[in-house]
């Protein structure tokens, strides 16, 4: 495949996230050929797909009557419980995941150490603006309160990892938009070792 690739360890959990609006879900759609109305994780060859969207999707309209919080963790839940099952089975994972508060991140962490799986942070930037107009495409739009969290959460990590920090991840791969844009293949493969 021509074009930019991107390359992890065969079985790992890569975690994209970003700021809400950033262009993950749009990302994952034009890679993987997803349309936006999956209930459940879409797999590609050894790759399972996993996007927060398809739980939420699968819990639509079975959950008015329980409040916001109460279904936003049920929902939360099965995300992570899909992303297990996934990772039991051996597969390698990709999840979309647009929270990165510290917590968040160890729990993905410590999923992975479970399964015997490398943990990888792939972090999709975008200016705050951007991400604000990319809501607003979307026709789904975060509250300024929740946005202004999600903001200094990411600046936050996204300090950390420019420095050189990516824990508790093993890894992370810093894109930007029009890098995304670019981006033909995410492959799950052992890089070829040098011959002599």
């Given at each position: 495949m021509?074009?930019p690739r991107?390359r992890?360890?065969p ?15 749009t ?8 349309h936006g109305a ?8 050894t790759v399972v ?11 639509n ?13 049920v929902v ?5 419980s899909r ?21 968040v991140?160890?729990?993905?962490a410590?999923l ?13 930037d975008?200016?705050?603006e951007?991400?604000l ?17 999600h903001r ?13 920090d990516?824990?508790p991840?093993?890894?992370a ?6 890098e995304?844009g670019?981006?033909r ?5 052992r890089?070829?070792t040098?011959?002599?």
């Amino acid at each position: 495949m021509h074009g930019p690739r991107l390359r992890f360890p065969p079985g790992s959990l890569v975690i994209l996230t970003g700021l809400p609006g950033a262009g993950k879900t749009t990302l994952l759609r034009r890679l993987y050929g997803l349309h936006g109305a999956e209930s459940l994780p879409v797999t590609s060859g050894t790759v399972v797909v996993i996007d927060s969207y398809q739980s939420k999707r699968h819990w639509n309209g079975r959950l008015g009557w329980v409040p916001g919080p109460v279904r936003r963790a049920v929902v939360f839940v099965t995300h992570l419980s899909r992303i297990r099952h996934a990772l039991r089975l051996g597969h390698s994972v990709l999840a979309h995941n647009r929270g990165c508060a510290p917590y968040v991140l160890r729990g993905f962490a410590w999923l992975a150490r479970r399964h015997r799986a490398d943990f990888h942070l792939l972090l999709l930037d975008a200016p705050p603006e951007e991400a604000l107009a990319g809501q607003v495409t979307r026709g789904r739009v975060v509250a300024p309160r929740t946005f202004a969290r999600h903001r200094r959460r990411w600046e936050s990590l996204l300090t950390r990892v420019r420095s050189g920090d990516p824990a508790p991840a093993a890894g992370a791969c810093v894109i930007g938009r029009a890098e995304a844009g670019l981006l033909r293949e995410i492959v799950f493969e052992r890089t070829p070792t040098p011959t002599r």
